[in-house]
Nanobody, 122 residues
């Protein structure tokens, strides 16, 4: 099993920035991909970004390209999501996810965190 714990959410004004962190523990050697998803009230969960744990290649959903950056610290088993130029429509619960393969945006992912709330005020 892999355990994921997110942190870094909060309230920010439009145009501001937040940095989310996700610390992985447990059988982390089996993880090949880590990603971020988000779910706003009344909406389905959507893919945000993912990163290959070995090579570092990344994938982003179109709505965050140029504003969000996913990165990793292999030594600390941690993945980050730097969110800049935030918009009210970015408000959601953000979930960290991990997979033993390379599911990209479609999934499925094998492990999920509990989520962290991001609220962007206008």
């Amino acid at each position: 099993q892999v355990q994921l714990v997110e942190s870094g959410g909060g309230l920010v004004q439009a145009g501001g920035s937040l940095r989310l962190s996700c610390a992985a523990s447990g059988r982390t050697f089996s993880v090949y991909t880590m990603g971020w998803f988000r779910q706003a009230p009344g909406k389905e969960r959507e893919f945000v970004a993912c990163i290959n744990w070995i090579g570092g290649s990344t994938t982003y959903t179109d709505s965050v390209k140029g504003r969000f950056t996913i990165s990793k610290d292999n030594a600390k088993n941690t993945v980050f999501l730097q969110m800049n130029s935030l918009k009210p429509e970015d408000s959601a619960v953000y979930y960290c996810a991990a997979a033993n393969g390379w599911p990209g945006a479609r999934g499925p992912y094998d492990y999920w965190g509990q989520g962290t709330q991001v609220t962007v005020s206008s």
